[in-house]
Structure formats: structure tokens, C-alpha cells
């Protein structure tokens, strides 16, 4: 167990819809960042947040945005779902530039 | 922007074999780390390597860092099933990208009983 938390664990939905996914970093960990895994992309750095603001982003689609709270938990948002964006989305966390730690994921799957 | 090259994608090995994995990076990185993820898991950190030329092992697992801060290998003596999974390395750029961390497609390893 890497302290990292995300739900929901699995998430089915259509196209066109819009989800939410939250993820609890480790206690004490100020960054969070979020990643898209596929098949044929493997690990996809999507946005980091440090501390409630946003620090880099990568190679996130307009159709999605993530934010982090004051509590540091942070939600990935994603609209206007299509097949492709079904994929594994991970959040990691960690304690300045150094290792990460990563959550269990999220499964999503747009029909 | 920069791009971490992994190879091979995927290796079968007979246990007790050998097994090595390498990574290559378009720019000098300032650091890089090397993740595991088993089947149907997470990816774990496994170990950062951050000085050229540095060499570090974990038991069976050997960890080195290029000379020119752009290449890296991990190398598994004498594989067992227990090191079935995808190895992923991960390259922290220099200067303005410092925050981010490029992660390479990973190898799928698999291991023959």
C-alpha cells in the first residue's frame, strides 16, 4: 500500500459524458500528479500540482483539467468522453523532486 | 521536448536467466528512476540514480547511469517468476522541465518457470 488513495477503483460511462477522479495523496506529500496509462502509450504524464497550484503539465487535452484543494486531495475532470480516452489513470504523489508514489488507479471505460 | 526510449518493449526469459532493459534520453537528465509495475498493479519506485556514472545494486538488480547523464540499464542476475512485470524507467530533464518526469514505454518482462 503506497498511502495514495483514487476513486472510484472502475468507471464505465458513454461518450459525451463527463467524470470526476479523486485521489488523496500520501500524508505529507505536497505534490500530485496525474497519468494516463493505454496499452499502446504506456505512462502519460498528464499535469502535476504542487501545493494547490498548478507546477507542469504534459500532454493533457483541453477536454480535461484537474485542480488540487487545500486539504492537497486533487480531482482529474474529464468531458466530452470518447473511446479513446478509455485507459488506466493513475495519480502519484511525492515529497518535493523525489520518488513517486503511485495510487492504484482508476479503470476507465467509455462505450 | 524530451523523449525517454526504452528497449527492447518486451523479453521472455527462462528463469535463472539474465535480463537487461535500456534506456536512452534525447537531453542530459538530472536524475533517473526506475519503476516496476507487476500485472494488474501499480507502478513502484525501485531506485534514482542522479551522478554520472553511477552503478547501485539491489540484491539481484543492478542500476547504471550513463556517463553523459543520458543513458541507464537495469539488469536482473539469475531472473525468477517473483520479477515478472513491466520495468519503466523515468527521466527528469534539467533546467525549465526540472519538475517533470518523462517516463520511458517500459519493458514487459516475463519469466519461464
Known amino acids: 500500500d503506497s498511502g495514495v488513495t483514487q476513486t472510484p477503483k472502475h468507471l464505465i460511462t458513454a461518450t459525451g459524458q463527463r467524470v470526476t477522479l479523486r485521489c488523496s495523496p500520501r500524508?505529507?506529500?505536497?505534490?500530485v500528479y496525474w497519468y494516463q496509462q493505454s496499452l499502446d502509450q504506456g505512462l502519460q504524464f498528464l499535469i502535476q500540482y504542487y501545493n494547490g497550484e498548478e507546477r507542469a503539465k504534459g500532454n493533457i487535452l483541453e477536454r480535461f483539467s484537474a485542480q488540487q484543494f487545500p486539504d492537497l486531495h486533487s480531482e482529474l475532470n474529464l468531458s466530452s468522453l470518447e473511446l479513446g480516452d478509455s485507459a488506466l489513470y493513475f495519480c502519484?504523489?511525492?515529497?518535493?523532486?523525489?520518488?513517486?508514489?503511485f495510487g492504484p488507479g482508476t479503470r476507465l471505460t467509455v462505450l | 521536448g524530451q523523449q525517454v526510449m526504452q528497449i527492447p518493449q518486451y523479453q521472455h526469459v527462462q528463469e535463472g536467466e539474465d535480463f537487461t532493459t535500456y534506456c536512452n534520453s534525447s537531453?542530459?537528465?538530472?536524475?533517473i528512476q526506475w519503476y516496476k509495475q507487476r500485472p494488474g498493479g501499480h507502478p513502484v519506485f525501485l531506485i534514482q540514480?542522479?551522478?554520472?556514472?553511477e552503478v547501485k545494486k539491489q540484491k539481484r538488480l543492478t542500476f547504471q547511469f550513463g556517463e553523459a547523464k543520458k543513458n541507464s540499464s537495469l539488469h536482473i542476475t539469475a531472473t525468477q517468476t517473483t520479477d515478472v512485470g513491466t520495468y519503466f524507467c523515468a527521466g527528469r530533464g534539467s533546467g525549465g522541465s526540472n519538475y517533470k518526469l518523462t517516463f520511458g514505454k517500459g519493458t514487459l518482462l516475463t519469466v519461464n518457470p
Open positions: 500524508s505529507g506529500d505536497l505534490s
Open positions: 540514480l542522479v551522478k554520472s556514472g
Open positions: 502519484a504523489s511525492s515529497r518535493a523532486i523525489s520518488e513517486q508514489f
Open positions: 537531453t542530459t537528465l538530472s536524475n
